[in-house]
Structure formats: C-alpha cells, structure tokens
C-alpha cells in the first residue's frame, strides 16, 4: 500500500454478489473522506491467531481503506461506529455507481445500496496490529439447532398470531423506517416517518375542529387557506384554538427542533440535502417525541403505542492474538 492510499484498512462481507468493474475504486462519501474500495469472493475470512474464520461464500468480501485515518483510535465505541458508518456508505456508493453504469442492466437490477442487516462481519485493523470487529448476530444461529426446533412445532398453530393481533397501520409505518435506516436507506427512513408525523398532525387538529363544532366544509376552507408556516399553524394557532394548547408554550425545546427537523424535510425535497445515519436518526428522534406529544390530545384522536423497536446495531469487539473471545466495547446511544 503506497503513501496515497495510506489509512484504516477495513474488510466488509455483504451478503449477495455485487460485480464491480476490476480494480480500487476511488470514492468521496458525504463527510468528504476519501476511500477506496475494492472487492474479492474468498470462502473464508480467517486469522488464526485470533480465532477467526467465518464462511463467507455467500457474500462480496469489500476493502475499504480511509484514507487518513490511520492514526484513529478504533477502541473507542464512537470512533468504529464511526467508521462502521462510512465504510458502509462507501460500499453503497460505489455499489449505486456500478449500477448506472450497467449498459446491458442484466445484474444491476438485482443489486442496491447496503445497510448494517446485510453486513455478514466487519474488521478494521488499527495501528499496533489492534483489530475491531463485529459479526452480525442473525448469523451466528446453530443451523442444526434450529432445524430440529422448527421441525417439532412446525405443526403448531398459533392462536395468538397475525390474524387474530394484527400489526396496527401506525406502527407498521414506524416500522418500516426502522427498516429502512438498517437497509442504509437513511434519507428515505425520515422522509417516510415525517410523511406519517404530518398525516397524524391533521388527524389530531381535524378531530379538535370536529369537537369545536367546524362543519367538513370550513374545516377544508380555513385549511387551504394555510399558505405560509403551516406547521406552526397546526401545533400552536389551530391546536389552541381548538381548545388544547401551543406546542410552542408548552415545551418549547421541543417545538424548536420540531422546526429545524422541518427545514430538513424541506432541503431534502428540493433534492439540496441527503441524511447520513446519524443525522436521520436524530431527525426521526425529534418526529417520534412529537407524535408523543401528539398522543396527549384531548380530541379522543387515538394514536397506539409502539411496541419497543430496536434498531439494528453492532455491538463491536476487540480481538486479541490467541484467543476466541474478544473484549466488547460499549455501545454508543443509538
């Protein structure tokens, strides 16, 4: 590795096949970083010395080195999530690239950007030959063990099931952002969860204006005539006046970042911003303490609680010389 290529090495197995064309790839991701990406199809991550070895013949084996950033500090829980992240970014940059490039399009259908659920394993390999690693979790079942559970209860039926406890239309569209930031579909993940934040602010001030005594007709007019600041409008004018209170007057930390959160959702559909992970799920954070607040109504406008949804996120390791267990390290608050 010569002087320009010089940083943090990292080996990324991604589920599937992704044909690239030959050769290192030259990438710029978001935060401006430098990478270069390069990819194999070995059957096996292995480093004895520290008890790896990991099929990976299902997977593109990629390595993306930060240029750089040979001197960071992967040890620390915020610094590898860090590069987790931009790593990821730089596989799926160059994996959208590939695709455009695809004249004859017979593969490029079948391929898109990556997320944390199709990351097989990841390593970096840090100064003073440290190496920090992850192996998702979803992989590491005993086939065999499984096989014979969902053999004896495969002639079970469920009470209890889809059917009977169907999943409510509000949570599924949480969930589905959820999915997406675990896909890598980050800007994609708050534009949906905002789309569903705004369908319930309607909600909630259409049944205040009901209670209030509006006819269907003046609620549509005293609506259309909403020009400027409409989300000002429905949290603090319509709600009080309706006979609640003023998001703004009632906490007001909330409402000003209500009100950046707003200014992002605006860049993006004017195609100026794009959403790393970190900021979608800051954004989103904002939009679900919102519809929390929303929840409190006194307009008999019911909006369900989720259940706990966790969001997909490596726990990393570090992995010593010589042995099969390595020494977590924290998680970051996600």
């Not at 490029?108 to 192996?135: H, M, N, P, T």
């Not at 209860?153 to 889809?162: D, H, L, T």
């Not at 799920?281 to 406008?301: E, K, Q």
Request: aromatic share 6%.
């Amino acid at each position: 590795m010569n002087e320009n290529t010089a940083g943090l090495e990292c080996h990324v197995a991604v589920l599937g096949r992704v044909q690239l064309p030959p050769g290192t790839l030259p990438v710029e991701i978001d935060s401006g970083e430098k990478c270069f990406v390069a990819n194999a199809f070995p059957k096996r991550m292995t480093d004895p010395e520290r008890g790896i070895d990991i099929d990976v013949t299902d997977c593109t084996v990629f390595t993306v080195t930060h240029v750089g950033q040979g001197g960071v500090d992967i040890g620390s829980a915020g610094e590898i999530r860090r590069i987790f992240d931009r790593s990821i970014n730089a596989i799926s940059e160059v994996t959208i690239w590939a695709k455009t490039q695809d004249v004859v399009g017979k593969m490029s259908s079948f391929s898109r950007q990556i997320g944390v659920v199709d990351v097989k394993a990841f390593f970096a390999l840090g100064v003073d030959e440290k190496v920090v690693g992850w192996i998702n979790p979803a992989f590491m079942l005993q086939r065999d063990a499984v096989a014979v559970m969902s053999g004896v209860f495969s002639g079970m039926v469920m009470a209890n099931g889809p059917a009977a406890n169907p999943v409510p239309p509000i949570t599924r569209r949480v969930m589905s952002s959820i999915d997406l930031v675990s896909l890598g579909f980050y800007t994609e993940s708050f534009v949906n969860l905002f789309s569903l934040t705004d369908d319930l602010i309607q909600n909630v001030i259409k049944s205040g204006m009901v209670q209030a005594g509006l006819s269907e007709v003046d609620q549509k007019d005293l609506l259309k005539s909403i020009k400027e600041e409409r989300l000002k409008v429905y949290l603090c004018h319509l709600a009080k006046l309706c006979g609640w209170k003023s998001l703004k007057e009632e906490d007001e930390s909330l409402y000003k970042k209500v009100v950046k959160v707003n200014t992002v959702r605006n860049k993006i559909m004017h195609g100026s911003r794009r959403l790393n992970r970190e900021d979608s799920v800051n954004s989103s954070n904002v939009l679900l303490g919102l519809i929390d607040w929303l929840r409190h109504n006194p307009f008999g406008y019911r909006i369900e609680e989720f259940p706990l949804l966790n969001m997909a996120s490596p726990h990393f390791v570090t992995l010593d010389k010589k042995t099969n267990e390595g020494n977590g390290i924290d998680k970051e608050d996600s």
